[in-house]
T-cell receptor, first 110, second 114 residues
């Protein structure tokens, strides 16, 4: 079983829709990252969380440490949000190595 | 500030050869970490360097190695290349070690082993 699980694997939305991506982990962590990867490979760090909630523009990330769960929300989605979104955690028992989820491929249609 | 720079962008090598990839971090960042991304395994952590010392290592064979220079630039080396080493290799920099700070990624080096 992977230590970090993301759902869904693929998601298609119409422009303007609200999108939620989920990340569950099974180990103790010191931080959780949400990353965005566009075609071509470049990765952008969206959020780093250790508790609570963060908001940047139309993106909101939340984490529940007790439930070992995080969500990334995209409000008023736009075709430029089409990308792969990756959850990654720093596992405290593993020397804070970064362990990645499998990614969620998001397609927003105009 | 310039971003994280990885060179080369693309590389084609033959099985058995070795390869060296380079990563120049954002000015002032002292931590550089390396990752391998393949369609089958996704993103995997290779190693992290801070102040010229390897601080953390992923589960990769000894053919994968790296180093960091006094100006924080880092190189990774893969010896005796195998077909399965074909991947996108990404590096990321951050101001502090251990990564409870946002990571800044380069655009990656795409390695093809034939």
């Amino acid at each position: 079983k992977n230590e970090v699980e993301q759902s869904p694997q693929n998601l298609t939305a119409q422009e303007g829709e609200f999108i939620t991506i989920n990340c569950s982990y099974s180990v103790g962590i010191s931080a959780l990252h949400w990353l965005q990867q566009h075609p071509g490979g470049g990765i952008v760090s969206l959020f780093m969380l250790s508790s609570g909630k963060k908001k940047h523009g139309r993106l909101i990330a939340t984490i529940n440490i007790q439930e070992k769960h995080s969500s990334l929300h995209i409000t008023a989605s736009h075709p430029r949000d089409s990308a792969v979104y990756i959850c990654a955690v720093k596992i405290t028992a593993a020397g804070n190595k970064l362990t990645f989820g499998g990614g969620t491929r998001v397609l927003v249609k105009p | 500030k310039a971003g994280v720079t990885q060179t080369p962008r693309y590389l084609i090598k033959t099985r058995g050869q070795q390869v060296t990839l380079s990563c120049s971090p954002i000015s002032g960042h002292r931590s550089v970490s390396w990752y391998q991304q393949t369609p089958g395994q996704g993103l995997q952590f290779l190693f992290e360097y801070f102040s010229e010392t390897q601080r953390n290592k992923g589960n990769f064979p000894g053919r994968f190695s790296g180093r960091q220079f006094s100006n924080s630039r880092s190189e990774m080396n893969v010896s005796t290349l195998e077909l399965g080493d074909s991947a996108l290799y990404l590096c990321a920099s951050s101001p502090i070690q251990g990564g409870n700070s946002p990571l800044h990624f380069g655009n990656g080096t795409r390695l093809t082993v034939t």
